[in-house]
């Protein structure tokens, strides 16, 4: 058995009068909270299809006409809901027709008995991206800086009434507020009435006879804005911050979007890095794997003694703890893991090779210089790593 779809409405949290542009938000503002590249929560991805299938039903105003008429089962015996179109019509001999909005459409230029929302209310304005590149160590420590963009701010003239000073906006005389009017048109089925966005106010219900100089009657102004931002130790290349309120502006006195900063982070010449856990690798001599030596190793804190017991192989990696990199929720640190190479030089001098010819010696070895070089054997001798 099916489970049951959840109402589109309940899903993006809107009420069943909101505007396109209240729908368009809800999802935008879900879609980023439950995105799973950015929420790890086991049911991130689950959510975020369940907010885009609901966006895909309610966020189109036809399918949403169809949603509010017929529910998601669709018009079952009538026009739609078969062969699988969903809320989009049916499909017959390769061409496909829609249900009763489209022929409203075509008729009268309408949808079919759509709710309103009130088109003086305050809506929110539009939330922003802003790209902020990191350096490897700032990401790692944080940082304060100030940024600058560009965003639709409130017009400082008119205060967002997009009226001259010293007037106000008016109630429409055309649609008395309502933000749409009744339209009758004579059709083949006869006198028929749509309802259709209001060509005076343009949908908002108010009417401006002197505008703002500078906003042109549009309330908002193109604006360079500058923000304080505290970047925290430990953030990662892909992750997000939402500053709230810094965003565009709203309309009808709404409040400001969000501002959700992408953190872009450079790679190090040094170090790998996944999540607060550091990686690097550092080369010793051959004598230091077999006698054993205290090295003085980088760390994202600066260097720390590391102890190498004597017959270290190559490869070998050792923890450092509380090394690495700052976690984000919390006080903790993650380790630096270090990965020693042993390194075999290339050219020896020949007090280099009488010593070693000695060693090989002591350690019960025959080294023949036609079978296989000095270098070859020393090679197998500390890292097992034979020529072939």
Do not use: W
Request: aromatic share 8%; charged share 25%; proline share 4%.
């Amino acid at each position: 058995m099916a489970e049951e779809q959840r109402d589109p409405y309940e899903v993006l949290g809107v009420a069943k009068d909101a505007s396109q542009d209240e729908i368009k938000h809800a999802y935008r503002k879900l879609s980023k909270k439950y995105h799973p590249d950015l929420n790890k929560a086991p049911d991130a991805e689950a959510k975020f299809k369940e907010i885009s299938a609901a966006y895909e039903v309610i966020g189109d105003p036809d399918k949403r006409a169809q949603y509010d008429q017929y529910g998601a089962a669709g018009p079952q015996g009538g026009f739609g809901g078969g062969g699988g179109q969903g809320f989009g019509g049916f499909d017959t001999g390769g061409q496909s027709f829609g249900g009763f909005d489209d022929i409203f459409s075509q008729f009268f230029g309408g949808g079919g008995g759509q709710q309103q929302s009130n088109p003086s209310a305050p809506r929110q304005g539009s939330d922003l991206q802003y790209q902020m590149d990191l350096k490897f160590e700032e990401a790692i420590f944080g940082k304060e800086t100030t940024i600058s963009y560009t965003r639709e701010a409130m017009c400082h003239t008119c205060n967002g009434t997009g009226a001259k000073p010293g007037t106000s906006p008016v109630t429409c005389h055309k649609c008395h507020g309502a933000g749409y009017i009744q339209v009758t048109r004579q059709t083949p089925l006869g006198r028929m009435q749509s309802r259709e966005v209001c060509d005076v106010c343009r949908g908002t219900g108010k009417e401006i006879k002197e505008k703002c100089a500078t906003c042109h009657g549009s309330g908002h102004e193109q604006e360079r804005h500058s923000v304080k931002v505290k970047v925290p130790a430990g953030v990662e290349d892909g992750q997000q911050m939402r500053l709230s309120g810094q965003g565009e502006a709203g309309t009808n006195s709404g409040p400001y979007g969000d501002l959700f900063i992408v953190f872009r982070v450079a790679p190090s010449d040094k170090f790998k890095r996944d999540g607060a856990e550091i990686y690097i690798e550092v080369p010793i001599s051959f004598v230091q794997a077999a006698l054993g030596d205290d090295l003085q190793v980088d760390t994202v804190n600066g260097k720390v003694k590391l102890k190498v017991p004597a017959g270290t192989q190559t490869n070998t990696t050792f923890r450092l703890r509380g090394q690495g990199a700052p976690r984000l929720r919390g006080n903790s640190k993650g380790d630096e893991h270090v990965t020693v190479k042993v390194i075999t030089p290339k050219h020896l001098s020949n007090e280099q090779k009488n010593a070693l010819k000695t060693f090989a010696v002591a350690s019960g070895d025959e080294v023949s210089q036609t079978e296989g070089s000095l270098f070859d054997k020393i090679r197998e001798t500390f890292t097992g790593d034979k020529k072939k």
